[in-house]
């Protein structure tokens, strides 16, 4: 029997929808059972109480809890390595950023490739650093540090986190833009790192702004400027470090990745209620406390994000002779 033209084809165009009707359930199903958040560092720091918002938040909107599940170790690589691991039905999601364009660098023998075996999801914020001094040093602007670090090369100990961590790169990119040559002294944290700055062990730091800020405000150290491309609100009256050295930036960025081959439309469902979350004024106001100037877009925003941190870094990390502990 020979079917009319147009049944033929409305059979057909059916018969061709049906193998997507499964992932767009999943889709729409999405999430069914508590979702895995994994952070790479310990709790209690500003990336896992990032981690945390977000996680309460979807929690909130999605209907299943989003846990966070702390595995800290190795710069975070530990963290990275179990979820490039996972399976990727959306099930296990990664606190990514900086850390992981620092480390694709950093560590040559990794059991994975952070830009191929991560999808990028959501953008969360970035978070720029400020550089703090010890009020006995004699430069009160960024123009008579640069003028005395060059005038005093290697008898400047610049504090970090510890090697490879933001606040260490931020250093290590002032000091090629600025010409200038200081001893880094790296600490397991920021808390100690500032400690020993207050104490006058060490004469500059380039400090996450939540852990520097109330020293600044007490006059225990004096800030220069912050990292970010201008002024950050937290401290209006301190110049960005752009406004003398152009293209310089340096923050702390945070979003969520999702193992390779996780469907691109649960993707797209995590990353649009990330965005409505970030949207929304009260936790806005939240990640604003953290140091955050707050993130949105699509996962090929954040993709890119991160592509242009991992190559901004290596130039920093092999200019540098950067090596791991």
Same mark, same amino acid.
């Given at each position: 029997?020979?079917?009319?033209?147009?049944?033929?084809?409305?059979? $057909? $165009?059916?018969?061709?929808?049906?193998?997507?009707?499964?992932?767009?359930?999943?889709?729409?199903?999405?999430?069914?059972?508590?979702?895995?958040?994994?952070?790479?560092?310990?709790?209690?720091?500003?990336?896992?109480?990032?981690?945390?918002?977000?996680?309460?938040?979807?929690?909130?909107?999605?209907?299943?809890?989003?846990?966070?599940?702390?595995?800290?170790?190795?710069?975070? @690589?530990?963290?990275?390595?179990?979820? &490039?691991?996972?399976?990727?039905?959306?099930?296990?999601?990664?606190? &990514?950023?900086?850390?992981?364009?620092?480390?694709?660098?950093?560590?040559?023998?990794?059991?994975?490739?952070?830009?191929?075996?991560?999808?990028?999801?959501? *953008?969360?914020?970035?978070?720029?650093?400020?550089?703090?001094?010890?009020?006995?040093?004699?430069?009160?602007?960024?123009?008579?540090?640069?003028?005395?670090?060059?005038?005093?090369?290697?008898?400047?100990?610049? &504090?970090?986190?510890?090697?490879?961590?933001?606040?260490?790169?931020?250093?290590?990119?002032?000091?090629?833009?600025?010409?200038?040559?200081?001893?880094?002294?790296?600490?397991?944290?920021?808390?100690?790192?500032?400690?020993?700055?207050?104490?006058?062990?060490?004469?500059?730091?380039? *400090?996450?702004?939540?852990?520097?800020?109330?020293?600044?405000?007490?006059?225990?150290?004096?800030?220069?400027?912050?990292?970010?491309?201008?002024?950050?609100?937290?401290?209006?009256?301190?110049?960005?470090?752009?406004?003398?050295?152009?293209?310089?930036? &340096?923050?702390?960025?945070?979003?969520?990745?999702?193992?390779?081959?996780?469907?691109?439309?649960?993707?797209?469902?995590?990353?649009?209620?990330?965005?409505?979350?970030?949207?929304?004024?009260?936790?806005?106001?939240?990640?604003?406390?953290?140091?955050?100037?707050?993130?949105?877009?699509?996962?090929?925003?954040?993709?890119?994000?991160?592509?242009?941190?991992?190559?901004?870094?290596?130039?920093?990390?092999?200019?540098? @002779?950067?090596?791991?502990?």
């Amino acid at each position: 029997m020979k079917l009319p033209r147009r049944t033929f084809l409305r059979l $057909a $165009a059916s018969a061709g929808a049906l193998p997507a009707l499964p992932r767009l359930a999943s889709a729409l199903d999405y999430p069914t059972r508590p979702v895995r958040l994994i952070v790479g560092f310990p709790a209690g720091g500003a990336i896992d109480t990032t981690g945390r918002l977000i996680a309460q938040s979807l929690s909130e909107r999605l209907g299943q809890p989003f846990v966070v599940e702390n595995r800290s170790g190795a710069s975070g @690589n530990i963290a990275t390595a179990a979820v &490039a691991r996972a399976r990727p039905d959306g099930y296990t999601l990664l606190v &990514a950023g900086s850390n992981d364009a620092i480390n694709a660098t950093l560590y040559d023998n990794l059991s994975f490739k952070f830009v191929q075996h991560i999808a990028p999801v959501a *953008s969360i914020g970035r978070a720029p650093n400020v550089m703090v001094v010890h009020p006995s040093l004699p430069a009160k602007t960024l123009q008579e540090f640069i003028a005395y670090a060059k005038a005093n090369p290697g008898k400047i100990s610049m &504090a970090s986190a510890g090697v490879g961590t933001p606040s260490h790169m931020a250093g290590e990119l002032f000091k090629m833009m600025a010409s200038v040559a200081m001893v880094h002294v790296p600490y397991r944290g920021q808390p100690p790192a500032l400690i020993d700055l207050i104490g006058g062990q060490v004469q500059v730091d380039f *400090s996450t702004i939540p852990s520097a800020l109330e020293y600044v405000k007490a006059g225990n150290l004096r800030a220069l400027a912050v990292t970010s491309p201008a002024r950050f609100a937290a401290l209006p009256d301190v110049p960005a470090i752009a406004e003398f050295l152009p293209g310089y930036e &340096a923050s702390t960025l945070t979003g969520l990745g999702a193992p390779s081959d996780t469907p691109a439309d649960i993707i797209e469902v995590i990353n649009k209620e990330t965005n409505r979350v970030l949207a929304d004024p009260k936790i806005k106001a939240q990640f604003v406390a953290l140091g955050n100037t707050v993130l949105s877009g699509s996962p090929a925003d954040f993709g890119k994000l991160i592509t242009d941190e991992t190559g901004k870094w290596a130039k920093v990390i092999r200019a540098a @002779n950067i090596k791991p502990d």
